[in-house]
């Protein structure tokens, strides 16, 4: 290996780490020198010209016999060339599809290599009489080009939010001419035909249901090729039983992956109109909370209204129990007031999509302020460790955050200061966040009760409320495609978790 080829693969190598860490301005610094050490090389080929970049860091002094002395490779230069171009595209939108493709037309170049000195065929490793690329550099490649193809498909998912196939497509040239190498050099090839099951197994990662019958198609030409090329010796009729196998053992796999392509898409396009029809009725169902909650609003408004006329003109006209009915009304009217509110505010959780990133510490702060005349009534005593920053609504995220420590802070034991402590916890891919509180606690039998709309455990007259607050918790947390739960030791306290992705 020269050394300009050892710097360039220590160059892309920290490019693409630099990139895996979103390190893009620094990679595409290094990149740069990667791309100029082959670019300039391959201009030294072309024009048979000496730009003294051969031995600028080092003098030439390996023995094997070199078309230049120091010089790269000419397919070495050229590698290095596509990876600079291949890193350097990997976060563009515009053009993260070229990207992908480089990265895999860079493997098949270095399998090629690879297997080139297997079965003694200098022409995939060496151009000409030039300089050729070393077994190894052949094999560095096949990781560079591997490294690439990963960073691609994971911006790809990132930026476009899909998967493209076109990272496969030099995967899908490269692995079949080196089989088809293989195979010509090798007698009888009992076990080389087979190879071609992993270009149908590739097929499994495009999309277009009849892939895999294709590249089975694509197969079976390149076993008979083989066949037609590979010395077969005094065993012909052998060869003729390996190729057999081979062809039925492809296209085995390819009738398999083609059923099994059929009813995922099948199964895949079920779901799609299930869900679609299942935010449908979300939607119809809103709309009908909404409407429904609204129109109720205003026959309760008039009886109240009557109401309070009765008892402001003829209060003491009435008699005690007419003075009872009108007061048990009142309160009725009330109570009917808070939970049609109630359902109306649940209904119009998740209305607003839009998500941002979001400081929990802020919104932790600002729940705060605005429950403060209850935190000094109860003399509460909140201990906040450090909240992440994630994606989230904001609006709802500060329901969430002032509905568990309203709650923490109300249900407690007569002459008890509410103790309230809320922490958080990185996990692999969301962050998990507690709030833990000293009150009353829930009896275990009722923990997976508590979050059902108005369901409560006390009595009005014990604890306020309509039985709404951690119903809409348990929504907002679903919305955010995370998971709440709560654990309790009664008369001692209880801890709501809840997750959200990072």
Same mark, same amino acid.
């Given at each position: ?5 050892? !710097?360039? @693969? ?22 740069? +020198?990667?791309? !100029? ?9 072309? @024009? *048979? ?7 600028l @860091? ?10 230049? $002395? ?10 290095? %060339? ?15 599809n ?24 200098d ?16 094999f ?22 899909? *998967? ?13 001419? %080196? ?6 050099? *090798? ?11 992993? +270009?149908? !197994? ?9 892939? %895999? ?13 083989g066949?037609?090329?590979? $010395?077969?010796?005094?065993? &012909? ?13 492809v ?45 109720? #609003?205003? $026959? ?7 109401? *309070? ?5 003829h ?10 009915y009108?007061?048990s ?14 359902l ?5 959780i ?11 510490? #802020? ?8 429950? %403060?005349p ?6 509460? &005593? ?31 034991? $007569? ?17 998990? =966040? ?49 998971? =709440? ?18």
């Amino acid at each position: 290996m020269q050394f300009n080829t050892a !710097l360039g @693969f220590t160059l892309a190598g920290i490019s693409i780490l630099m990139v895996y860490f979103n390190q893009c301005t620094k990679a595409r610094i290094c990149t740069a +020198l990667v791309g !100029l050490i082959g670019f300039i090389t391959l201009l030294e080929y072309l @024009f *048979s010209i000496n730009l003294f970049l051969d031995e600028l @860091f080092m003098k030439h002094y390996i023995t094997l016999k070199t078309s230049n $002395p120091g010089r790269m490779a000419p397919n070495t230069a050229l590698c290095f %060339t596509l990876t600079a171009l291949s890193i350097f595209y990997i976060n563009t939108r515009s053009r993260i599809n070229i990207s992908s493709l480089i990265g895999s037309l860079i493997f098949g170049l270095g399998l090629t290599a690879f297997v080139g000195y297997y079965i003694n065929t200098d022409l995939t490793y060496a151009w000409g009489y030039f300089t050729q690329m070393a077994i190894h550099t052949a094999f560095g490649f096949m990781f560079i080009g591997i490294g690439v193809s990963f960073l691609s498909w994971k911006a790809t998912n990132r930026i476009l939010g899909q *998967s493209k196939t076109s990272s496969l497509l030099g995967y899908l040239i490269a692995i079949p001419i %080196t089989i088809l190498l293989i195979d010509i050099n *090798s007698p009888l090839g009992i076990g080389v035909g087979t190879l071609y099951v992993i +270009l149908v !197994l590739l097929g499994w990662f495009i999309d277009l249901q009849k892939i %895999t019958i294709y590249l089975a198609l694509v197969a079976t030409l390149l076993i008979l090729i083989g066949y037609k090329n590979s $010395p077969t010796g005094n065993q &012909e009729w052998m060869a003729i039983i390996n190729r057999s196998l081979s062809i039925i053992s492809v296209w085995i796999v390819a009738i398999l992956l083609y059923n099994i392509k059929k009813n995922s898409n099948l199964f895949r396009k079920n779901t799609e109109d299930y869900t679609k029809t299942l935010e449908l009725k979300n939607k119809e169902l809103e709309q009908f909370v909404y409407i429904s909650s609204h129109d109720l #609003q205003e $026959p309760l408004k008039v009886i109240s209204s009557f109401t *309070s006329l009765l008892e402001l003109e003829h209060q003491k006209k009435l008699d005690d129990e007419a003075n009872f009915y009108i007061a048990s009304i009142k309160q009725s009217c009330t109570k009917m007031s808070s939970l049609i509110n109630g359902l109306l505010n649940y209904g119009r959780i998740g209305a607003n999509h839009e998500r941002t990133l979001v400081d929990c510490n #802020q919104i932790l702060n600002d729940v705060t302020e605005s429950i %403060t005349p209850l935190i000094k009534e109860k003399n509460a &005593e909140l201990i906040v460790k450090k909240l992440p920053r994630l994606h989230a609504n904001q609006n709802d995220l500060f329901l969430l955050f002032q509905n568990l420590i309203t709650n923490a802070i109300k249900f407690q034991a $007569p002459n008890t200061i509410p103790k309230i402590k809320i922490d958080s916890k990185e996990e692999l891919s969301h962050w998990r =966040i507690s709030v833990e509180d000293n009150g009353i606690g829930i009896e275990k039998e009722h923990l997976n009760k508590i979050f059902l709309i108005f369901k409560r455990l006390h009595n009005v007259d014990e604890y306020e409320g309509i039985g709404v607050g951690l119903a809409q918790c348990s929504k907002i947390v679903e919305q955010h495609n995370g998971q =709440i739960w709560a654990t309790s030791t009664p008369q001692k306290g209880s801890v709501f978790h809840f997750t959200l992705k990072k």
